[in-house]
């Protein structure tokens, strides 16, 4: 560390001010937590605090409306960026520039990588402009970045490419579109995706984080990822909808696995085998899994038909969005072997009739010697939910509990 980043030992308490007493660091420290406006301000408190805010190793760009324009932001930050004490490592820096409808894609990208270079360790940075702000084509670098939080951005071309972020090990991405072939990075140990729009030339993203160890995928509309081999993936929350693809009424209706609709091609052409799966096979490892989706999703059912077993599996909730009728909860509970906690969460407004010949649920049950808590989460304990529990209690299981939620 410089000299200058070090303790102010020639303060003095004959002054009379309690603050010069106090090392430079424990300011620097106190600073941090300041968004930078306000950090910038404390320099005309005194000569000895001039110089202090270049020093913070945590870095708030915040409330950009106070600044009124986008010129003036460019300028302030660019200011700051460039005269903070080279050598002084940034360890955590945010950029939050909502509130500003028009952004500068240029300079936000540049401030990104700016940061980068300083070392920051936790990028956070997020817009909420007119549209969706788009970043430079070409990857991110980094030696020391370990977290990395985006929002409101157009991730495209290689740029959601990872692999030279050798440490980045926690991954968010909210509110982006999403238009990439790949989603790469060997390091990633857990990766968040919500109410984005995954559209790469209308095909799937191929999703490649082979360290994965939880991962969240919600809320998004768009082509439907595919996941690639997660054998480390210990938690999992999927959450599709119909709309998320067309619906195949040819493969619903269980006819040739050659089928040529636009979705079967999306998924299944480029010589993928038919028997792969698209969301399950990358999701077998997790030992907790909590899954929503359509069964009329082209994926979801081809899926169902080349199910893997799920060795490490304990605890599954499923959405009534998979229990239309009973054949998806079976198809499951067939791939389980080690399933100890089974929670079934039903809406009110969905209320499927369960149509099956409850035999082959009772039987499947029956086989399932580990599996000790069943619940069932609803807003409304109806006639339904009496069916699912009277099936349940016949199988001889002793935790069966209804919850209103």
Not at 62 to 85: I, M, P, Q, T, Y
Not at 240 to 254: I, V
Not at 279 to 295: D, F, N, V
Request: with cysteine; net charge neutral.
């Amino acid at each position: 560390m410089p000299q200058r980043c070090r303790s102010n030992k020639a303060a003095t308490a004959s002054s009379g001010d309690s603050f010069s007493a106090i090392p430079d660091e424990i300011i620097h420290h106190l600073l941090g937590f300041l968004p930078a406006l306000d950090a910038v301000r404390t320099c005309v408190l005194a000569r000895r605090w001039l110089t202090l805010w270049r020093y913070v190793p945590r870095l708030r760009i915040a409330d950009v409306e106070a600044l009124g324009s986008v010129c003036s932001l460019n300028k302030f930050v660019n200011r700051v960026l460039l005269l903070r004490e080279t050598g002084c490592p940034l360890e955590d820096c945010e950029f939050d520039l909502r509130g500003l409808p028009f952004l500068d894609r240029v300079c936000i990208d540049q401030w990104m990588r700016h940061a980068l270079i300083c070392h920051v360790r936790l990028l956070r940075v997020r817009v909420y402009a007119d549209e969706r702000v788009g970043i430079a084509d070409w990857p991110l670098l980094s030696k020391h970045l370990i977290r990395l939080e985006l929002e409101g951005f157009v991730l495209e071309g290689s740029f959601p490419d990872f692999s030279g972020c050798l440490v980045l090990e926690d991954l968010k991405i909210t509110n982006c579109l999403i238009d990439t072939d790949s989603i790469l990075s060997q390091s990633l140990k857990h990766l968040k995706i919500t109410a984005c729009e995954l559209c790469w030339r209308h095909r799937p993203t191929h999703i490649l984080a082979p360290n994965l160890v939880s991962l969240q995928l919600d809320d998004y509309i768009g082509v439907t990822p595919i996941l690639e081999s997660m054998p480390l993936l210990e938690t999992a929350c999927v959450k599709l909808g119909q709309s998320n693809e067309e619906y195949c009424d040819f493969c619903d209706k269980g006819e040739s696995v050659d089928c040529t609709c636009d979705m079967c091609i999306i998924y299944y052409a480029n010589d993928r085998r038919n028997d792969v799966c698209v969301l399950l096979g990358g999701l077998s490892s997790a030992t907790q899994l909590e899954l929503k989706a359509s069964p009329k999703m082209v994926t979801f059912k081809r899926d169902l038909r080349y199910c893997p077993t799920f060795n490490k599996l304990e605890t599954l909730l499923l959405d009534d969005c998979c229990l239309v009728d009973l054949h998806t909860l079976v198809c499951f509970l067939q791939h389980t072997p080690n399933l100890q906690k089974l929670i079934l969460k039903l809406s009110e407004r969905s209320k499927p009739a369960m149509q099956m010949d409850s035999s082959n649920l009772m039987e499947q049950l029956l086989m399932l010697q580990q599996l000790k808590v069943v619940k069932v989460k609803c807003q409304i304990i109806d006639e339904r939910v009496h069916n699912i529990l009277k099936i349940l209690r016949s199988c001889g299981l002793k935790e069966i509990s209804a919850q209103e939620v």
